[in-house]
């Protein structure tokens, strides 16, 4: 049985890895933004959320302009790299004080491992896209 593959025979990796290399990549400016042109201003780690694999997440409450925010970070480790009662920096979106990032490290995890994995995703789904071509090109050659 000949069968020819197209690109759309790829797609849901195709489509998966877009979307991943996307997310990491917005994350990534995202981070970088609020490092670069944000306020730099002190938390204090309230509690650690868990995940099913056991893994903590800080959620940190600092004070901009007398009110109180709540940044909920999208990095889960294990260990947790925080402690409940520690201070730590975040740099804030001075418009919107309610946009927060640790800017270190921990929340890049997300970002890269997003950014990574996507490009993985398309860079494999190349491959065996020309590999399949290679090979149908090559079986009709023999016949």
């Keep these: 049985m000949n069968k020819k593959f197209h690109l ?7 489509g998966i ?3 991943l290399l996307l997310i990491g990549l917005g994350l ?5 933004q609020l490092k670069s042109k944000g306020k ?3 938390g204090i780690v309230t509690e650690l959320e868990q995940d099913a694999e056991g893994a903590f997440s800080p959620v940190i409450s600092y004070y901009q302009n007398g009110k109180q925010y709540t940044h909920h970070s ?7 790299a925080f402690r409940v009662g520690e201070k730590v920096s975040l740099y804030i979106d001075p418009n919107n004080p309610g946009y927060a990032t ?3 490290i921990y929340d890049l995890i ?10 993985i995703l398309l860079l494999g789904t190349l491959i065996a896209y020309r590999i399949n071509q290679r090979k149908a090109k090559f079986q009709k050659q023999i016949i």
Excluded: E
Excluded at 8 to 14: E, G, M, N, P, R
Excluded at 28 to 32: D, F, Q, T
Excluded at 74 to 80: C, K, Q
């Design 8 to 14: 759309s025979d790829y797609s849901l990796f195709t």
């Design 17 to 19: 890895g877009s979307i």
């Design 28 to 32: 990534l400016c995202w981070n970088y």
């Design 40 to 42: 730099q201003v002190i």
């Design 74 to 80: 999208i990095t889960y480790l294990n260990p947790s």
């Design 102 to 104: 640790l800017g270190g």
């Design 110 to 119: 997300a970002a890269f491992t997003s950014t990574i994995i996507g490009s």
